[in-house]
């Protein structure tokens, strides 16, 4: 039997060091505080398998990957980590959690540990050690991690991704501007002006894990609208979401075609051929047009700015967060609770932090110094993604009520039936409201 105490979790954290293939933790700026870690006795013969999403850039698997290699190095575990489609880690979270059966750990979306919160192992101690070693945890980190209404953690977030507006600067400027407008009526002003000008935005409108929420979370919430309220009533069916629905009635005519059907790389692709000029997105678009000689120029002209607020006050964004859980089924609990504890200790997060270019911002406060926030100022808005103030199922608790309406895309859907001009304002809300009290009555 293995035992993880202090001493042997920062052996480990040195043995890892040659993760980092930028070298980046010689020169690191993160720094962690004396804190001691729970005692996790790790059970014979333990051996794990991991399920999660796979990397949109390469890095992210190549040193995630690494790390899991020195931790079987350092402690005789078998990690077997599977990367899966976005679609499809939600379907095999549900039936890992619904057969007893399956990977000891998954890395899901958001709220998928509220979904299964009895299926799962608390990680409360690894939690409370990591927030005190590093700097504390972020707003969406401890939203996420933490059991509503508890202090008890059920998920472990490594990281969020949000969609700012993304713009090509030579068409904003074309029309005008010099930067996008953070209001909603100048949004909607410059997006009917860049397609009279051939330059069209587009937003998707497709049942997208990432862009579809995103693009519905934008348009609810920057209109003060809500799915539930802060006590977990529906509040979908209110006059400030019509006026968001009245407000996309006006802005979808000005995107580029197809936006309805779109999954999470779609707007990826048409940015990059040239097919529109504004859209939201992750900083994996940025990257690969930079990295590419086709497209270098593209990213040149490429700049990030928050979504418009609108009545939201601040960036009405929930990042798409990713967040780890251990199944009860498990065999190996501890061994799955050092593994993730393993992976989140500096001298494998930062390297893995680093090499994902800010596609994932940490949850972690003490990883604002990471090397990779000050290497582009071009992605610096994406440092304290896991701040804002927003998630899933915002203004309520995070339950399986608010994980399965997004999971069914009910507000997605409601903004798509307006832009296709199936269903009224007024249509689309009652309709949304009516699936809402189905799933939150459960």
Request: net charge neutral.
């Amino acid at each position: 039997m293995t035992l993880i105490t202090r001493r042997s979790a920062l052996q480990l954290g040195v043995g890892a060091a040659a993760l980092s293939a930028t070298g980046a933790l010689a020169q690191s700026r993160v720094t962690a505080a004396n804190a001691t870690p729970p005692s996790l006795p790790i059970e014979k013969g333990a051996t794990l398998r991991m399920l999660r999403p796979v990397r949109f850039v390469q890095p992210d698997e190549d040193i995630f990957r690494a790390g899991a290699a020195a931790f079987t190095k350092a402690t005789g575990v078998e990690v077997r980590v599977d990367f899966v489609g976005w679609e499809d880690i939600t379907q095999q979270t549900a039936v890992t959690a619904n057969t007893g059966a399956g990977p000891d750990m998954i890395i899901g979306f958001g709220d998928a540990p509220h979904i299964y919160a009895d299926k799962l192992v608390e990680l409360s101690d690894v939690a409370e050690y990591l927030g005190k070693k590093y700097g504390g945890w972020m707003f969406v980190g401890e939203k996420y991690g933490k059991r509503h209404g508890t202090n008890n953690w059920i998920g472990l977030p490594f990281g969020g991704t949000a969609g700012p507006l993304v713009w090509r600067k030579s068409a904003v400027n074309a029309v005008g501007l010099e930067t996008p407008p953070s209001d909603l009526p100048g949004f909607l002003d410059m997006c009917k002006k860049l397609k009279a000008a051939g330059k069209p935005a587009g937003f998707a409108l497709g049942n997208a894990v990432g862009d579809g929420n995103g693009t519905a979370n934008w348009l609810l919430w920057s209109h003060g609208a809500s799915i539930i309220d802060e006590e977990g009533k529906v509040s979908i069916n209110s006059p400030q979401t019509v006026a968001s629905l009245n407000y996309l009635k006006e802005l979808y005519p000005t995107f580029v075609a197809g936006t309805l059907a779109w999954g999470d790389i779609s707007n990826n692709r048409a940015y990059a051929a040239n097919e529109l000029s504004v859209t939201s997105n992750g900083v994996s678009l940025y990257f690969s047009l930079k990295n590419d000689p086709a497209t270098a120029a593209i990213a040149a002209d490429t700049e990030h700015t928050p979504m418009p607020a609108g009545q939201a006050g601040s960036w009405p964004s929930a990042p798409l967060t990713l967040n780890a859980m251990v199944f009860k089924h498990s065999r190996y609990p501890n061994a799955a609770k050092a593994f993730l504890q393993f992976m989140l200790e500096q001298e494998q997060y930062e390297p893995w932090l680093n090499a994902n270019l800010g596609y994932w911002a940490h949850p972690l406060a003490a990883y604002r110094d990471a090397a990779v926030w000050t290497s582009d100022p071009k992605i610096a808005i994406f440092r304290d993604s896991m701040n804002n103030k927003f998630w899933n199922g915002y203004k309520g608790p995070i339950s399986e009520a608010s994980g399965q309406a997004s999971a069914e895309y009910v507000t997605v859907q409601m903004y798509a039936a307006v832009a296709s001009g199936q269903s009224t304002p007024q249509e689309a809300a009652r309709e949304a409201e009516r699936r809402a009290r189905r799933i939150f009555r459960r």
